[in-house]
C-alpha cells in the first residue's frame, strides 16, 4: 500500500511538473509598431505573427498582441504601458525614439517584461536590440554609389524622416563613407519621408535646381520614386542611385537596367526578434552576449545587398509577390536557437 501510494504521489508529481512546464511554454508577446506609412511595415507584422504560429510545432503556444497605429512618441509610450497593464511576458517595438523609451522600459523591467526594440536601436539599459545596423545599411550604399561613380561626382541625398532613430543612424552612415571620397561633393540633403510620392517631388525639385548631379543616395520607401523621375528626365544613363528591395521597383530595375543598388532592412528583422524573444523567454542564454551598438545593448543581424550581380536572381525570387511586397529574410526558428548556448 505505501509503495502504491508512493508510486500515486510520483505520477501525480510529474502531471504537476508537466503541467507547470506546459505552462511555462504559453508567451503572449506585445508588437509595438508606431508608423505605418509603408507596406514595408505591415509586411514587418504579418512576418512576426507568422513566426508565432510556427513554434506551435515545436509545442510552444506564443501569442501576439499587436498596437500599430500613427502616433507621436507619447502615443507609443502608451502603447507600452498598454501592454505592461495586460502582463505580457515580451514587448517588441519598433520604436518612434531612441531615447524617450529609457523611463517605461525600465517599468516593464521591473514589471518582469523581456523588451526588445527591432529595426532602431534604443538607449535603454533594460532593453536589447535585435535587428540589422542601420549605420552600416546606410554605409554599403554609400559604398556602392561611390564605387559606382569611380570616386567623384556630384550626390545628393534623400533622407526619411527627420530624427527618426534608424534615419539618423543611416545618414551618419553614409557621411561615414562619402567623407573618405574628396572629389564626391554632396551638394544637397532632403528629406522625404520614406514616402514614395515626395521622394518623386524631391527628386524632380533636384534635377530642377542640380541638373549635372551624376549620383542619387536615397533610402527604400523613396527610391522608386526617384528613379521615376530620373527617368522622366531622360537621365537613366546619366545617373547612379541606390534602389529599393521591393518587387515592383525591382522589375522597374531589372527591365530598364538601372545602375542601382541596395541595401536589404528585411521587414523580417521583427520576426527575428521574436524568435530572440522566446528563446530567452525559455530561459535560454545566448552565446554572445548582446553588447554591440553605440549603446552597448545590440545583436546585429546580417545586412544583404543587392546589385547587378544578383538583382536578376533577386527578381526570380520574388515571382508571383505582389508588387509592394519587400525582399526579406528572417533568423528562423533553428538558426535563432544556434544563437544561444
Request: glycine share 10%; no cysteine; aromatic share 8%.
Amino acid at each position: 500500500m505505501i509503495r502504491k501510494t508512493g508510486i500515486l504521489a510520483a505520477a501525480a508529481a510529474a502531471l504537476m511538473l508537466s503541467a507547470l512546464g506546459a505552462k511555462a511554454q504559453d508567451f503572449t508577446i506585445g508588437l509595438s509598431n508606431g508608423w505605418v506609412g509603408s507596406e514595408w511595415r505591415t509586411q514587418m507584422i504579418e512576418e512576426a505573427e507568422e513566426a508565432a504560429k510556427k513554434w506551435a510545432d515545436k509545442g510552444v503556444n506564443v501569442e501576439v498582441v499587436v498596437q500599430s497605429a500613427n502616433v507621436d512618441v507619447p502615443g507609443q509610450i502608451a502603447h507600452v504601458r498598454n501592454f505592461i497593464n495586460q502582463g505580457v511576458d515580451a514587448i517588441i517595438i519598433n520604436p518612434n525614439s531612441p531615447t524617450a523609451f529609457d523611463p517605461v522600459f525600465a517599468q516593464a523591467k521591473e514589471a518582469g517584461i523581456l523588451v526588445i526594440s527591432t529595426d532602431a536601436e534604443v538607449s535603454s539599459p533594460d532593453a536589447i536590440y535585435v535587428g540589422i545596423d542601420q549605420t552600416a545599411w546606410g554605409a554599403a550604399g554609400a559604398k556602392w554609389l561611390a564605387e559606382a561613380l569611380g570616386g567623384k561626382g556630384e550626390v545628393v541625398a534623400i533622407n526619411g524622416v527627420a530624427g527618426h532613430p534608424a534615419n539618423e543612424m543611416r545618414v551618419a552612415g553614409y557621411r561615414s563613407v562619402f567623407k573618405d571620397y574628396p572629389d564626391i561633393k554632396v551638394v544637397n540633403e532632403v528629406n522625404a519621408d520614406w514616402d514614395q510620392a515626395k521622394g518623386q517631388q524631391a527628386m524632380q525639385n533636384i534635377l530642377a535646381t542640380y541638373p549635372n548631379i551624376n549620383g542619387v543616395w536615397v533610402q527604400d520607401g523613396m527610391a522608386a520614386g526617384a528613379w521615376r523621375s530620373i527617368m522622366d528626365a531622360g537621365k537613366t544613363d546619366q545617373i547612379a542611385a541606390t534602389g529599393e528591395i521591393r518587387k515592383d521597383f525591382i522589375d522597374l530595375w531589372v527591365e530598364n537596367n538601372l545602375n542601382s543598388g541596395a541595401s536589404v532592412n528585411p521587414p523580417g528583422v521583427m520576426a527575428s526578434a521574436l524568435n530572440v524573444a522566446v528563446l530567452m523567454l525559455q530561459g535560454k542564454e545566448l552565446k554572445e552576449p548582446a553588447t554591440a551598438g553605440q549603446y552597448g545593448n545590440a545583436m546585429y543581424l546580417p545586412i544583404p545587398f543587392i546589385d547587378s550581380e544578383n538583382v536578376k536572381q533577386v527578381h526570380a525570387e520574388l515571382e508571383g509577390k505582389p508588387g509592394y511586397y519587400s525582399y526579406t529574410s528572417s533568423l528562423s526558428i533553428e538558426e535563432a536557437e544556434a544563437l544561444f548556448k
